[in-house]
Structure formats: C-alpha cells, structure tokens
C-alpha cells in the first residue's frame, strides 16, 4: 500500500554534514507522521526523529538534538533528515517509516528498506 524509498546516504568524516531522503508512495502522505529511525552494528533499533502530518510537530533523540533536522514537503510526498556535526557513533543504517496517526508519538506502519550512513574518524 504505501512505498518508501530511502537515498542520500554514504561514507563521511566525522564533523561533515549529510541529507538523508525519503520518498513515498501509495498512500496519503500528508496525513502520515513520518520518522527517521537508524540501527547501528551490533545495536538495537532506535528511534531518531519524527515529525507530525503537518509539519508542526518535531521530536528528536537525546543523541541527535541540536545536529539534526527532520522536515517534511507534502507536495512531495518526501521527508529529509539533515545531519550535522556527524559523529562515528551515527553510523547505521536509517531507515524512514510512516505512521497513520499523525502524531510524533506514533507507532510506524510502514517501513523503507534503509540507506547506510557511515562516519569515519
């Protein structure tokens, strides 16, 4: 039903910047709240940053805040993720999903297939 397709990411030194996108298809995307989530070697999945249907609302991990940046174009039916100040702890691989209730608190219903970031020292 919905489609996300994940590009944008790569190998990096630490301290560069990097801007993950995510398009989506096959649903109504601006009724989605949409989340960034990463899983590191060895590591459990974790949550990075979710923004509302609208746009209003942003929540980010204690990890990323202040370097990171979600947003969303509804026109677009695309979400981005800008990084900054990349460490070589944020290497994953990240992954876009999309939840029906709109709302930053919302569990993913959908799930891309993940893009690898990578930091080097």
């Known amino acids: 039903q919905v489609q996300l397709v994940e590009s944008g990411g790569g190998l990096v030194q630490a301290g560069a910047s990097l801007r993950l996108s995510c398009a989506a298809s096959?649903?109504?995307?601006?009724?989605?709240?949409m989340d960034w989530f990463r899983q590191a070697p060895g590591k459990e999945r974790e949550f990075v940053a979710a923004i509302s249907w609208s746009g209003g609302s942003t929540r980010y991990s204690d990890s990323v805040k202040g370097r990171f940046t979600i947003s969303r174009d509804n026109a677009k039916a695309s979400v981005y993720l800008q990084m900054n100040s990349l460490k070589p702890e944020d290497t994953a691989v990240y992954y876009c999903?999309?939840?029906?209730?709109?709302?930053?608190?919302?569990?993913?219903?959908?799930w891309g297939q993940g893009t690898q970031v990578t930091v080097s020292s």
């Open positions: 096959g649903g109504t995307f601006r009724s989605y709240a």
């Open positions: 999903a999309a939840a029906k209730l709109g709302t930053v608190w919302a569990t993913p219903n959908y």
